[in-house]
């Protein structure tokens, strides 16, 4: 099964960028749709991102389009989040996800993905 474990979360001022990590544990021999979610407290899990591990296709939800890039590196096993021009808005814990791909591309949908990492914090101050 495939197992997750996020890290680079932390606190950053407003403006400031972080890169979220996201080792995945067979992404180099397993076809895969990863994401990056996050979620606030009382809100529902929000999709930021999505890559295809075998294309590098990636998919972008309208809440993580233009400051955030999704990226891999197969050959560390490796899926991160860059996040720039970071907002008090951003603050929210982030977990990404992986599920074995269904359709044509990943949807950033959170109900589409079936495995979770414990999730890293990020606080953004203004």
């Known amino acids: 099964q495939v197992q997750l474990r996020e890290s680079g979360g932390g606190s950053v001022q407003a403006g400031g960028s972080l890169r979220l990590s996201c080792e995945v544990s067979e992404l180099a021999t397993a076809p895969l749709c990863v994401g990056w979610f996050r979620q606030r407290p009382g809100q529902e899990r929000l999709g930021l991102a999505t890559i295809r591990s075998t294309t590098g296709l990636t998919n972008y939800a309208a809440s993580g389009e233009g400051r955030f890039t999704i990226s891999q590196d197969k050959a560390k096993n490796m899926v991160y989040l860059q996040m720039n021009n970071l907002e008090p808005a951003d603050s929210a814990v982030y977990y990404c996800?992986?599920?074995?791909?269904?359709?044509?591309?990943?949807?950033?949908?959170?109900?589409?993905?079936?495995?979770w990492g414990q999730g890293t914090q990020v606080t953004v101050s203004s």
């Open positions: 996800a992986a599920n074995a791909p269904t359709w044509g591309y990943c949807p950033p949908v959170y109900y589409e993905y079936g495995t």
